[in-house]
């Protein structure tokens, strides 16, 4: 069922599909929409809006998610009058289906100052091994389910010339690894995308960012350590673990400033600085510390790129090794 969620009230939609995005409104000037707001950073990136007394529309599939990221986000509110919508769609289908529901919560709750796209997934595993349907399928879902709430919004933003829109890439947005052939290449698009809608919305007041997260605790994060290679585990590890609340923080922050670029880290100022490319730039300071650093942070990324050649040749060593023990047995 395609369904809409409104406070205590539910009104049946139409469309036969699943799936679920999150619309915040933060109060007085701004209302939110974030989709995959049912779980991890999404959720957590809708709390923290809502504590800034902003309004929500959470949008993903799976409507129990939704009901109980709801109660959660309910939790933190500033006022009485906050309102957190739940939308259940499958962002990444149906373009219709998503412009028709995105249109709803705005005539519920007024046009939307902020979207995040935050809908997504990850799938880990050597080329050759990822299930080509795999590679379209993290396509969908990470590029194209941030295409279509976006192409719902940009009119109405246009039209009111303002708006925010939060693209959440990754690092592995920034670097291909090892394992992440079809994750790496569905997030590099999302900054392709970024880059071009930036450069067409700027002189409507409008501000696209983009966020690299790196490993966040979040379900995403413990469904996709039970088959990740080692290689990938033992390379991603050289960012660490972060809370989805941190990343969070830093993302409605950067967003709200207008900034294009937001990292999370040590580890991610330096890949943004490094891999800044043709990205607009926010401010002076940002464009000065770019030039300034870029030779640098390219010695640095030399000594990583050696260090994860070298896990995975070692790797590889090993797994033959074990392979000729098991066959000796
Ligand atoms: N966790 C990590 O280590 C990192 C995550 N990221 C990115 O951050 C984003 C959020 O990840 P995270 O919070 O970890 O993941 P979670 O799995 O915790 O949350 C994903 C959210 O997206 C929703 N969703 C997934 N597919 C669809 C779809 N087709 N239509 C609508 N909603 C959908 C899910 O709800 P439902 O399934 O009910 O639809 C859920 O609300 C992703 O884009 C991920 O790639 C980036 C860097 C690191
Ligand atoms: C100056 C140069 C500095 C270089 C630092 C390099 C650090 C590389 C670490 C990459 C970590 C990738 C995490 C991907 C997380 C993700 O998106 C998935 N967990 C999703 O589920």
């Known amino acids: 069922m395609f369904t809409y969620f409104h406070s205590e009230s539910q009104h049946n939609i139409t469309e036969p599909s699943v799936m679920c995005s999150l619309l915040i409104v933060l109060e007085p000037l701004w209302l939110f929409s974030v989709t995959g707001g049912s779980s991890g950073i999404g959720k957590c990136i809708a709390i923290e809006c809502y504590k800034q007394g902003a309004f929500i529309t959470l949008v993903a599939r799976d409507e129990s998610k939704l009901v109980q990221a709801k109660k959660e986000v309910e939790k933190s509110a500033i006022n009485d009058k906050q309102v957190v919508l739940c939308i259940s769609v499958d962002v990444s289908k149906d373009y219709s289906q998503v412009e028709s529901v995105i249109k709803q919560a705005q005539e519920k709750l007024g046009p939307v100052d902020m979207l995040v796209n935050c809908a997504g997934m990850s799938v880990s595993g050597k080329f050759e091994e990822v299930d080509v349907e795999r590679f379209r399928g993290l396509m969908e879902v990470n590029y194209l389910g941030s295409v279509y709430p976006t192409r719902a919004v940009i009119t109405t933003m246009k039209e009111r010339r303002m708006g925010r829109v939060v693209f959440v890439s990754s690092q592995a947005g920034q670097l291909g690894l090892f394992g992440y052939t079809a994750y790496s290449a569905s997030k590099f698009a999302?900054?392709?995308?970024?880059?071009?809608l930036?450069?067409?919305?700027?002189?409507?007041?409008?501000?696209?960012?983009?966020?690299?997260?790196?490993?966040?605790d979040t379900p995403c994060l413990t469904e996709e350590n039970k088959t990740k290679p080692l290689e990938t585990k033992l390379i991603s590890e050289t960012s660490g673990v972060c809370q989805p609340e941190q990343v969070a923080k830093v993302i409605v922050k950067d967003a709200v400033q207008g900034n294009f670029n937001s990292s999370v880290g040590p580890d991610g100022y330096m890949l943004s600085a490094l891999t800044c490319g043709m990205s607009p730039v926010t401010s002076i300071t940002e464009g000065l510390q770019q030039i300034v650093t870029m030779g640098l942070f390219?010695?640095?990324?030399?000594?990583?790129?050696?260090s994860f050649d070298s896990i995975v040749r070692r790797c590889m060593i090993q797994r033959e090794q074990s392979k000729a023990a098991d066959k000796r047995e």
């Open 190 to 196: 999302l900054r392709g995308l970024a880059e071009a």
């Open 198 to 216: 930036q450069m067409e919305v700027k002189p409507y007041n409008i501000y696209v960012t983009v966020s690299y997260p790196p490993d966040t």
């Open 298 to 306: 390219r010695t640095i990324a030399l000594f990583y790129l050696g």
